[in-house]
């Protein structure tokens, strides 16, 4: 199955089963713009942060991290982001917990890989391609994570994303809040403005608003 709208959209399978996995990926995985695997909550939460996934289909009971502590965490970052279960029948107690996190969909394994694919089509109108108005000719595209200026597009680092999104998201983000975010480890504020100054320098003074004492936001057109 080809079709465009999957072809857009980057997936992020996290699964301990290394077989599921693999058939899952080759089974449905050329579909998409890409299909990362990763074994666990922990790695599984790492990949999102470097890639930003439109799509997340994770399993529940992992080592290190479960699905839904990942899930939980992920929404953290982005309440709008697709989570999909994936569980053994055991495991339908977890369905409300899910339903809490803000989980989309609940496979029972074993499932057929096509039931996965033809729910994520149903998803496009749902997913779409949100463009958001951003000032100064900007805008955003909160399917592929991409930024242009006047239909020409923008390269940003996989951190200058991972802020965008998340400011467009919670609008307004304290200095320590981008801190953890972007490096999940304490740093100085000459770090955080060399990060501003660098995104400011790809983009435009007044795309990224200091409100001094509280933090920083995005401007909308």
């Not at 058939?23 to 922990?42: C, E, P, Q, R, T």
Request: charged share 30%; proline share 2%.
């Amino acid at each position: 199955m080809r079709n465009k709208f999957l072809k857009s959209l980057k997936v992020l399978l996290v699964e301990d089963e290394e077989k599921l996995a693999l058939l899952l990926k080759n089974a449905i995985g050329d579909n998409f713009h890409s299909f990362l695997l990763a074994k666990d909550g922990v790695e599984g939460l790492e990949l999102y942060k470097k890639v930003l996934p439109d799509i997340v289909i994770t399993d529940i009971m992992m080592p290190n991290k479960t699905g839904l502590e990942m899930a939980q965490e992920i929404k953290k970052i982005d309440p709008n982001c697709n989570i999909i279960i994936l569980s053994a029948f055991s495991e339908v107690d977890k369905f409300l917990t899910a339903i809490d996190v803000g989980v989309m969909k609940y496979f029972i394994k074993p499932f057929d890989p096509d039931e996965v694919l033809t729910y994520i089509l149903s998803m496009e109108e749902n997913i779409g391609k949100k463009q958001i108005i951003l000032q100064d000719d900007f805008t955003f595209n909160k399917t592929t994570k991409s930024l242009y200026k006047k239909n020409k597009y923008i390269a940003l680092t996989k951190k200058e994303v991972l802020l965008l999104n998340t400011l467009l998201e919670k609008n307004l983000l304290q200095y320590e809040e981008i801190k953890k975010l972007i490096w999940d480890e304490d740093a100085s504020d000459e770090r955080l403005r060399t990060f501003v100054r660098r995104f400011r320098s790809k983009t435009s003074k007044e795309l990224l608003i200091n409100k001094k004492g509280q933090g920083y936001q995005i401007a909308l057109g």
